[in-house]
């Protein structure tokens, strides 16, 4: 129904808006009761399905990426869709309407998406006011799965980046302001230092300034009475010197673990008219490149460190690969609304089918 009726019917809408209204119909299914309705539909619980992650428990491994609740406004009503876990934001210290519109196209012919938001957000502050309810319930790492999913508690990631005016040199404060803000709210978060929409955020992936970044958050960190787990979101356009960096930083900052990959700058064998839009290109493009990234992180570090993958999962096996390649967790987005809410379920049956 979704990808015959429903698909074409918002595909023929403006993405963004299309996207807000999407958001208002979930929403307001929810408030006539359907939640339940949605659970029995696309959740899947199954002890076999649950992962042991940097000290939290994931009752699935597939995860929604960062990007599509930018504000934590829904992550509630999108974990009734069967995700494991949500990642908000990315939030910066304040509110920032992004690029001028229009900023998100639509690659049909190459099941993609091109965006250069930049990071649109109402600010950190706004964000924790939603989170707080979440936040009343049990952590992941002090209940059972089964205890968590009754008090109706979803694993939140906090994707934390830096407002555009902030020049390089002075970011390291907007992500230690978003940190501080979203401590108590969030279970883990994702330092966001390869988005390509901000204009020179990049370079802060480069060897020193990524270091010292990542040092202060876990110096900040390890003085708390207990620590958050610290992730690192990566461009796919890393070279592979670029990714052997990458793997020393993570052993030398002593962080958990890298997301694999955000949006690329790359348009090879890309066909939609779209493809000169400016902005990180999504979806099936991304599969292979995203999941060769994956594999050399994880040979390269002998499997140091816990790996989320993300970029191009469109099917059951797109996830599988990105698991046999060395991904602990998978995160949709861009598969998310070409494929529907169905894809969480397949995912997670063939998952247990391999069991």
């Not at 978003?178 to 020179?200: G, I, M």
């Not at 990180?280 to 594999?295: D, F, Q, Y």
């Amino acid at each position: 129904m979704y990808k015959t009726i429903i698909r074409p019917l918002f595909f023929s809408f403006d993405p963004e808006k299309i996207h807000h209204f999407t958001f208002s119909l979930i929403r307001f299914f929810h408030k006539i009761g359907f939640g339940s309705l949605f659970r029995s539909i696309y959740k899947i619980e199954n002890p076999k399905l649950e992962r042991e992650l940097f000290g939290l428990k994931f009752p699935n491994p597939v995860g929604l990426a960062a990007g599509f609740d930018k504000d934590a406004k829904l992550y509630k009503e999108l974990s009734n869709f069967g995700f494991g876990f949500i990642e908000i934001g990315t939030v910066t210290p304040k509110p920032q309407a992004g690029n001028d519109k229009p900023r998100l196209f639509r690659l049909k012919e190459d099941s993609a998406i091109i965006n250069r938001m930049g990071f649109n957000n109402g600010g950190v502050e706004e964000a924790v006011e939603r989170l707080k309810e979440n936040s009343s319930a049990p952590l992941g790492d002090q209940n059972s799965v089964s205890e968590r999913s009754r008090g109706n508690r979803v694993l939140i990631g906090g994707n934390i980046g830096k407002n555009k005016i902030t020049p390089n040199e002075e970011a390291v404060n907007d992500y230690i302001i978003c940190f501080e803000a979203l401590f108590d709210y969030v279970d883990y978060f994702v330092v966001n230092v390869s988005s390509p929409n901000t204009p020179n955020l990049r370079a802060l992936q480069e060897k020193k300034p990524l270091t010292d970044l990542l040092q202060t958050l876990q110096n900040r960190n390890n003085s708390k009475e207990k620590r958050k787990p610290i992730l690192l979101k990566i461009a796919p356009d890393l070279t592979d010197e670029q990714l052997l960096d990458i793997v020393e930083i993570v052993s030398e900052t002593k962080i958990d673990g890298v997301i694999a990959t955000n949006t690329t700058i790359s348009r090879d064998g890309i066909s939609s008219a779209n493809k000169s839009e400016m902005g990180g290109l999504s979806g099936k493009p991304l599969n292979k490149r995203a999941t060769e990234v994956i594999r050399f992180l994880s040979e390269n570090s002998n499997k140091a460190f816990p790996i989320i993958g993300v970029g191009g999962i469109h099917t059951a096996e797109d996830a599988l690969e990105k698991l046999d390649a060395g991904a602990s967790l998978v995160q949709l987005y861009t598969g998310f609304i070409y494929e529907g809410p169905d894809l969480i379920k397949q995912i997670n049956k063939t998952i247990l089918k391999r069991k």
